[in-house]
């Protein structure tokens, strides 16, 4: 038994920090991520009864004012507020947001909400395409695979059929390309800048593009804005699903990859599948399960801090002796 003294180096003690830090980060988005699928289910009961621009916008106004009263008392993101990068910054990655929102929505008009699911869900596809011009990260191939499996994925958990493309296809892709591009912009323009500043910026812009896109549907009326269901349903995606989320993200996100950041929020439907078959005696076949487990997979190895088995140099195979 080896009963030295183990030697430390600072390299490997900045390592192990750097370990311990991407984990708490990955592990945080994952958490976010939960708290999105199960808003999936509260949102979907929402919109049933008032217009989803109009709930929308009710939703990032309760989350815009808890960012304001958190920042007001946060004299570093008031210090931030007073500099020009961090509007400039927070405008651009509320208007990706928004255009999430709005493409998405528009595109469920004339797609199917499995086909929409699937062609939001390959963000995780775009997001390594788009890191590497912006951010000169090129794709391993660890994050490739990752990628692909995690597309395939999606695929069987939305019940993707792939049959014939409309406008409304069209629409929910260019959906998932404004996903990717925020997910990458968070990463490139998050360093250097308050997270909690820079979060609250870009739920204010995202909160004023849906406000003005709500004008264009009919006013539901206070009563069924405060309807049983749809302003808890409003409380609960603004302030954990919207106000903390978005802060966390910012901030965690500056730990880990955007690659790894998008195949984490990619469980999001397994999320909202689980809570949905948890709460509302939602069924999942066989295929949905397996692409559940896909995408748990493409979580697994997208990480680079997980080992991979493999044979030690010179070792041979293990085979049966006759």
Aim: aromatic share 10%; hydrophobic share 50%; charged share 10%.
């Amino acid at each position: 038994m080896y009963t030295g003294t183990m030697i430390t180096t600072p390299y490997a003690q900045v390592s192990r920090r750097r370990l311990s830090s991407r984990w708490t980060a990955n592990l945080l988005l994952l958490a976010v991520t939960l708290v999105w699928g199960a808003t999936f289910t509260l949102t979907k009961d929402a919109i049933a009864q008032v217009p989803v621009f109009w709930f929308l916008g009710a939703r990032f106004w309760v989350a815009s004012a808890a960012l304001l009263a958190i920042v007001l008392v946060t004299p570093d993101a008031r210090r931030a507020l007073g500099q020009p990068g961090t509007w400039r910054r927070g405008l651009w990655l509320g208007v990706l947001l928004f255009g999430t929102y709005a493409l998405q929505t528009l595109g469920l008009t004339t797609t199917t909400p499995a086909t929409a699911g699937f062609l939001t869900g390959m963000n995780v596809v775009l997001v390594p395409l788009l890191a590497y011009p912006l951010l000169g990260v090129r794709p391993g191939w660890r994050t490739g695979s990752a990628a692909v499996l995690a597309a395939t994925g999606l695929a069987l958990l939305c019940g993707f059929q792939g049959a014939g493309w409309s406008w409304g296809d069209l629409l929910v892709l260019l959906c998932a390309a404004c996903v990717a591009l925020q997910v990458v912009e968070t990463e490139r323009w998050g360093k250097g800048v308050n997270p909690l500043a820079l979060s609250a910026v870009e739920v204010w812009a995202l909160t004023l593009g849906c406000t003005a896109a709500a004008l264009w549907q009919p006013w539901p009326g206070w009563g069924q804005l405060t309807g049983p269901g749809v302003w808890q349903a409003i409380l609960i995606c603004a302030i954990p699903g919207t106000a903390l989320a978005y802060w966390a993200q910012t901030a965690f996100q500056q730990h880990t990859t955007s690659a790894q950041t998008a195949i984490i929020f990619s469980m999001e439907p397994v999320f909202a599948a689980a809570i949905g078959w948890a709460v509302r005696g939602d069924r999942l076949g066989a295929a949905a399960l397996s692409g559940c487990t896909m995408l748990f997979v493409s979580m697994l190895l997208a990480d680079p801090n997980i080992r991979l088995p493999r044979l030690r140099p010179g070792a041979r195979p293990f085979r049966h002796s006759r």
